[in-house]
């Protein structure tokens, strides 16, 4: 299964990221952070369950640019991207409008057998979005066979694309 599946849809989710007018989301450098929530697998050993455990409150802080191109598509109009660098998934669900967002994708794992469906959730503001991530994971190289991780997004405007962010 993508160790970080979640990881990259979630920052493709958000480098795309804009709105069909200027008034829903700016463009500009945003700074976004992601935390696990929770990670279970319920039929895991107990060592590999103080593992998934442990992640819980681990997060990771990017920044990226999402340009003047990107906002004037909007939400909706990066769906194709979010999709594609979502490598094995298909969007079943994604609208975007009035300040929420809602997505819901199946993806395919590396090995035979293995899928994850995910539900995201949230709102946005011109300089500010918050998510929720649920991902349901069916794997026969888990313990069990299957798990599931949640996870938060947020991100946030923090000024103009500068060089270390245009390429991002």
Known sequence: MRNLIVLSLSAALLSGCGSNSSSEM???KWEMTMTIDSFEVPEAPE??????AAMAGQSQTQETCVTE???AKGWAGNREQLV???????ADEFTAEDGTITARLTCEGDTPGANMTMAMDGTYTPGTV???VQSNITDEQLPGGEGTMKMSLSGKR???CDADTANS
């Open 84 to 90: 594609a660098d979502a490598q094995g998934c298909e």
């Open 158 to 160: 923090v000024g103009e």
């Open 69 to 71: 191109e990107q906002a």
């Open 47 to 52: 060592e590999m369950q103080g593992m998934m």
């Open 130 to 132: 918050d998510m929720t």
């Open 26 to 28: 700016e463009a500009g």
